[in-house]
C-alpha cells in the first residue's frame, strides 16, 4: 500500500520534472538530433517562417531556430548546472558548518554573507570577468561566487536552530562524532530548503547567462543561448514570433519545472502546496453522509439505545446528554471512523471522567460536540447541552451559533497551556478578552475587576500580579489556573478539560484537582475531564466512561467501575496504576498486544485480540454495552459494560469478580 | 557502577568560586549494578541537569562522576565516545529525541553504524531483535518519528538506547509523556531488562507512585539538593522529610476506600 503510495508520487514527482528533464536530454543529444549546425547561416533563408524544412523558422541571418534552440538547451543547462553545483555545495558546507560550531567562526562567516548577498550580482559578475576575460569558465565563476551566500545563510540557520536540539545531544551520547552529526543529521535537513531556494535561482542564473552573454561576456555570440537568442529576437517581435516565443516558452517551462521540483523534494512525501492550487484535493465535503460501502462493513455493535432508556434518565438536570457520537475523517477514497456510537452525559454538578490510552478517541469525542476538532471531521449524532428550554442540540451548528455558545455555556481547558496562551499578551490581556466576548466586561477598569475576580476564584494568590504578567513567567501549574480563568469567564454550564493535569508534577496536579473539585461544588457546574490516568481520575471524577477504539466499553459511578470493574479492558488499565507498598521490582500486571485500532476494523469487540478471557464469539460478535448484572435499569448514567460473557452467562459472574484477569 | 560524589553544577559561568546560577549542589549518588534508583522531585529541581552531568554532556563545577571507575569529565575525543557506550540515556521527549528524517529502523542501526558495529545484515537482524524487545510491530520499522505515537517514539528511544547493551542507563521522566497502561509495560520492560543484562539504572521522575515499585533505592531532590535517600520502603512508607511527605500525599493512587466521596 505505502510502497505504491510512494510509487506513484515518484511517477508524479517525474511527472513534474518532465520539461526540465526533457530539455536537459534534448541538449545532451543536440550534435544527433538537430536538424542543421546552430552557427552556420544562410543570409538568403533569412526570417522564414515555421515549415517542413524549418519546424521553428529560421533567425535574421538564416540559421535554424530549432537547432539553436537545442543547442541552447545544452550550453543554458550545462552553465545553470555547473553554477548551483559550485553554489549549494560552498554555501550549504560553509553555511553548516558556521551554525554547527557558532562562536567567532559563525560571527564571520554570517558578516561576510552579509556583505555579499548585499553586493549587486551583476556588478561582482562583471568584476570578475572584467580582470579573466569572458568564456564560459569564468562565467561559471563569476556567477558562483556571487549565489552561493544565499545558501548559506539558510543553511547556518537551519544548523544553528538545530543546534541544542535533544536529538542532537542523543546522538552524542551514543557516541556520534561531529563529522557524523553534520554530516547525516544536520546537512540532509539544511539542504532541503537549499533545494527550493536553488529551484528558483535555476531561472535566475538562466536570465544571468542570457544577459552576460548579450553583453559579449559569457557565451561567445555565434554560439546559440536561450537568453541571448531571446535578445536577439527582440527587435523582430511583431514581424517574426517564432524568435522569441520558442526561448521564452523555454525558460519559463524550466523555471517552473525546477520549482515544483523542489518543493516536492523538500516536502518529502508530502503534496507540495503549489500542487494542491494546481490539482485541487478530492474529498468529500465534511459533513457529507458516510459513504455507502463504510456503512455496509460497519456492523453497529452498541445496540441503540432504546429510546425510552434514553428519556427515562434523569433529563432534568442533564447539562450535556450525548447520544450515538460518531465521529469520522477522510481516510484515501472513504471516511474512517475515530469515534463510533458513542452515548454519555453529564448532569450539573456532576464530573464524567473520559478514560482511555491515546489514540482512543476519547478527546475527539470530549471536543467533537463544540466543533472543536479539525474542519475535516465529520460529526453526526447527536449533542444536548442544557434542559428544557435553553436546551439545544450541538451537532451541525453554524458557525455563528457556536459562537454563542463555546466561551459563554461551554468552557474549555486544554493539556498544554503553554501553548494555548498568546506568549506576547500579559495574563489579563487574555481573561479580559474573554470576559469582553461574553459580555460581561465595560470599561476597562471594570473589565480588569471581573478579570482578577476569576484569577482569584481559578487560585492565583496575587490576582492583580498575575494579570500584568506573561505565560512564560508563571510556572505550568499557573498557566494552568489561568487558563481554567479564561474558561470561567462566561459563567459556563458545563467544563471540558482535556488532561488538564497531565504535564504538571504530582503536587501541582493535586492542588489543580482540589480546585476543579471546589469549582464543582461551589459553583455546581458540570464538568467532562478527559484523562488517561485512572489514578487521577479516581480523585475527581463521579462517574467514569472508559473508551477503548472509538468506542465506550464500559461506564457507570466511579466506585462501580473502580472496585468491581467488569470489561477486561477496564480491570487492565487497573492493573496498570502502580501501588506504592509493592517490593521493588514487582512487575505490573500489564495487557498483551498493542492499544487498539479504530472502531470498524475488527468485526467483534476491538478488546478481542488483547482480552484475556477471549471467546470465539469475541471476535466475530460485537457486545452491547447494557448492565453487567441482568435486570438492572437500562439507564446511560447505569453501570454498563460491552462485553460478550454477559449477560448470557451470568453463572460466570461469581468467578469474574475475585479470578485473576 | 556510578559514583556521583559531591557534584555541583549550574549554568551561566562562575564568579568568585560559585556558579552563577547554581542548580545542583552537592550532590551524593551511587548506583551500583543491576540497580535502580529513583530520583524524584518537581521540576525545576535539577533533576535534569544531575543527568547532563553524569552524561558528560554538561561539565560539573565541583565534584567528580565516575562509571565503572573512570571519570567521565575526564575523558576526551575518542575515549570519551567509546566510554559513551557504556552510558545510554532515555530522554523525556521522544519526539525530540529522534532524528526527524530517520525511519524507525534507522534510528535503530544509527548506533551499530556509528560504533562500526556487524555488517548490513547483522545489523538488520539487530535491529528487528531490538524492535522486538521493546514491542513494537515490525510494520513501524519505516515509519518516521512524526507518525508515531508518543508510546512507540519512546520505544524507539529505549531500544536505541539498548542496542550498544549498556552498563548504565539513565532515565529522564521516560513514561511521563506515556499513558499509564504503556507505562507499566514499559516500567516492566526495564526492569526486565535489568535482570537480563545487569544494568545499572538511574531513573529521575516526579512521580513517586510509579518509582516506588520499581527502583531499589530512591533518592529525594529537592532545589537542587538531596533531603533524603534509603531503601525504597523506608521512604515511601515512613518518610522523615516533610518534602517527601508533602510529594506522597499528592500522589495519585487507587486506594478508592479512603475515598470519602462517592456517587
Known amino acids: 500500500m505505502t510502497g505504491r503510495r510512494g510509487g506513484r508520487a515518484w511517477t508524479r514527482t517525474a511527472l513534474v520534472a518532465t520539461p ?38 529560421t533567425d535574421q541571418l538564416g540559421r535554424d531556430q530549432l537547432s539553436r534552440m537545442l543547442y541552447g538547451a545544452r550550453i543554458s543547462l550545462t552553465v545553470t548546472a555547473a553554477v548551483l553545483a559550485i553554489a549549494l555545495t560552498a554555501g550549504t558546507a560553509i553555511g553548516a558548518l558556521a551554525g554547527y560550531l557558532g562562536g567567532w567562526v559563525d560571527r564571520f562567516v554570517s558578516r561576510v554573507i552579509d556583505v555579499v548577498v548585499s553586493l549587486p550580482g551583476m556588478l561582482v559578475a562583471l568584476a570578475v570577468i572584467g580582470v579573466r576575460g569572458p568564456g564560459v569558465e569564468n562565467l561559471v565563476l563569476a556567477l558562483s561566487l556571487w549565489s552561493w551566500a544565499p545558501y548559506a545563510r539558510i543553511a547556518r540557520a537551519r544548523v544553528a536552530g538545530m543546534r541544542s536540539s535533544p536529538h542532537l545531544d542523543a546522538l ?74 520558442p526561448p521564452g516558452v523555454a525558460i519559463t517551462a524550466v523555471v517552473f519545472a525546477a520549482n515544483l521540483l523542489g518543493e516536492r523534494l523538500a516536502a518529502g512525501e508530502e503534496r507540495p502546496s503549489i500542487l494542491r492550487l494546481v490539482r485541487p484535493r478530492w474529498s468529500l465535503p465534511a459533513r457529507a453522509p458516510r459513504p455507502a460501502h463504510a456503512a455496509a462493513t460497519t456492523k453497529e455493535p452498541v445496540a441503540p439505545t432504546p429510546p425510552e432508556a434514553a428519556r427515562d434518565s434523569s433529563e432534568h438536570d442533564a447539562v450535556l446528554r450525548v447520544r450515538d457520537l460518531s465521529v469520522s475523517y477522510p481516510d484515501g477514497g472513504g471516511r474512517r471512523r475515530v469515534v463510533a456510537g458513542m452515548s454519555y452525559e453529564v448532569r450539573r454538578g456532576r464530573i464524567l471522567a473520559l478514560v482511555g490510552e491515546s489514540g482512543s478517541g476519547k478527546t475527539t469525542a470530549a471536543l467533537a460536540p463544540f466543533g472543536l476538532l479539525d474542519p475535516n471531521a465529520a460529526v453526526t449524532g447527536s449533542a444536548v447541552l442544557g434542559t428544557g428550554a ?13 459562537r454563542r455558545i463555546n466561551g459563554h455555556r461551554v ?77 470561567l469567564a462566561g459563567e459556563p454550564e458545563l467544563l471540558v478539560a482535556d488532561e488538564p493535569t497531565s504535564a504538571l508534577d504530582v503536587t501541582v496536579q493535586a492542588q489543580l484537582l482540589v480546585l476543579l473539585a471546589r469549582l464543582r461544588d461551589e459553583l455546581g457546574m458540570a464538568m467532562v475531564v478527559v484523562s488517561h490516568d485512572l489514578a487521577v481520575v479516581s480523585r475527581l471524577a463521579d462517574s467514569v466512561a472508559v473508551v477503548y477504539g472509538g468506542r465506550i466499553v464500559e461506564s457507570g ?56 478471557l477471549v471467546a470465539t464469539a469475541c471476535v466475530s460478535e460485537p457486545p452491547a454495552l447494557e448492565a453487567p448484572v441482568p435486570g438492572a435499569p437500562p439507564r446511560v448514567d447505569a453501570h454498563r459494560s460491552a462485553c460478550l460473557r454477559h449477560p448470557s452467562r451470568p453463572a460466570e459472574a461469581g468467578e469474574r469478580s475475585t479470578g485473576p484477569c | 557502577m556510578l559514583e556521583i560524589v559531591g557534584v555541583s553544577a549550574g549554568y551561566g559561568g562562575r564568579e568568585r568560586g560559585r556558579d552563577v546560577t547554581a542548580v545542583i549542589e552537592d550532590v551524593t549518588l551511587r548506583v551500583a549494578a543491576g540497580e535502580i534508583v529513583g530520583l524524584v522531585g518537581e521540576s525545576g529541581c535539577g533533576k535534569t541537569t544531575l543527568a547532563r552531568v553524569v552524561t558528560g554532556l554538561h561539565r560539573p563545577s565541583a565534584g567528580a562522576v565516575r562509571v565503572a571507575e573512570v571519570d567521565v569529565h575526564a575523558l576526551r575525543g575518542r575515549a570519551l565516545r567509546a566510554h559513551r557506550r557504556q552510558v545510554q540515556m532515555v530522554f523525556q521527549d521522544p519526539c525530540l529525541t529522534l532524528s526527524p528524517r530517520q525511519t524507525v529502523r534507522q534510528a535503530l542501526a544509527e548506533p551499530l553504524h556509528i560504533h562500526r558495529i556487524g555488517d548490513t545484515r547483522s545489523r538488520s537482524t539487530r535491529v528487528s531483535e531490538l524492535m522486538d524487545l521493546v514491542g513494537l510491530d515490525p510494520q513501524v520499522g519505516d515509519r518516521r518519528p512524526g507518525q508515531l505515537s508518543g508510546g512507540q517514539q519512546q520505544r524507539v528511544a529505549i531500544a536505541r538506547a539498548l542496542a550498544l547493551e549498556p552498563r548504565l542507563l539513565i532515565c529522564d521522566e521516560p513514561v511521563t509523556a506515556l499513558d499509564v497502561s504503556v507505562q507499566a509495560t514499559v516500567l516492566n520492560l526495564l526492569c526486565d ?63 478508592i476506600e479512603t475515598k470519602a466521596r462517592s456517587v
Open chain 1, 20 to 57: 526540465l528533464i526533457l530539455f536537459a536530454v534534448v541538449g545532451v543529444l543536440a550534435p544527433v538530433i538537430a536538424p542543421a549546425d546552430p552557427t552556420v547561416g544562410d543570409l538568403t533563408a533569412g526570417l522564414l517562417p515555421p515549415s517542413p524544412e524549418h519546424p521553428l523558422g
Open chain 2, 193 to 255: 531488562l535489568r535482570d537480563r543484562l545487569e544494568f545499572g539504572c538511574l531513573f529521575i521522575t516526579h512521580d513517586l507512585a510509579v518509582i516506588s515499585q520499581l527502583a531499589d533505592r530512591v533518592a529525594v531532590m529537592r532545589h537542587g539538593r538531596i533531603v533524603e535517600q534509603g531503601p525504597t520502603g523506608d521512604v515511601t512508607t515512613r518518610p522523615r522529610h516533610p518534602y517527601t511527605r508533602t510529594l506522597l500525599a499528592a500522589t495519585p493512587t487507587m486506594d
Open chain 1, 390 to 402: 435553553g436546551a439545544r442540540q450541538l451537532v451541525d451548528l453554524s458557525p455563528g451559533e457556536r
Open chain 1, 172 to 245: 552524542r551520547l551514543l557516541g556520534a562524532g561531529r563529522g557524523r552529526i553534520i554530516g547525516k543529521h544536520l546537512l540532509p535537513p539544511a539542504l532541503a530548503p537549499c533545494l527550493v531556494y536553488a529551484s528558483t535561482d535555476v531561472g535566475m542564473i538562466v536570465l544571468s547567462v542570457a544577459t552576460l552573454s548579450f553583453l559579449g561576456l559569457g557565451v561567445a555570440p555565434p554560439h546559440a543561448e536561450w537568453g541571448q537568442m531571446l535578445i536577439e529576437g527582440r527587435p523582430f517581435l511583431d514581424s517574426a514570433w517564432w524568435l522569441a516565443y
Open chain 1, 557 to 612: 459511578p466511579l466506585a462501580t467501575v473502580i472496585t468491581d470493574p467488569d470489561h477486561p479492558y477496564t480491570r487492565g488499565l487497573l492493573d496498570a496504576v502502580p501501588r506504592p507498598g509493592a517490593a521493588p521490582g514487582t512487575r505490573f500486571r500489564t495487557m498483551p498486544g498493542r492499544a487498539g485500532a479504530g472502531p470498524d476494523e475488527t468485526e467483534g469487540c476491538g478488546f478481542a485480540s488483547r482480552c484475556p
Open chain 1, 411 to 487: 468552557g474549555v481547558v486544554f493539556q498544554d497551556s503553554a501553548s494555548v496562551l498568546n506568549p506576547l499578551r500579559t495574563i489579563g490581556a487574555h481573561v479580559d478578552e474573554a470576559v469582553r466576548n461574553t459580555g460581561r466586561g465595560g470599561h476597562r477598569a471594570v473589565t480588569r475587576r471581573v478579570t482578577e475576580e476569576l484569577l482569584r476564584l481559578a487560585g492565583l494568590p496575587d490576582p492583580a500580579k498575575v494579570a500584568r504578567e506573561f505565560p512564560h513567567q508563571l510556572s505550568g501549574g499557573m498557566r494552568q489556573r489561568a487558563q481554567i480563568a479564561i474558561a
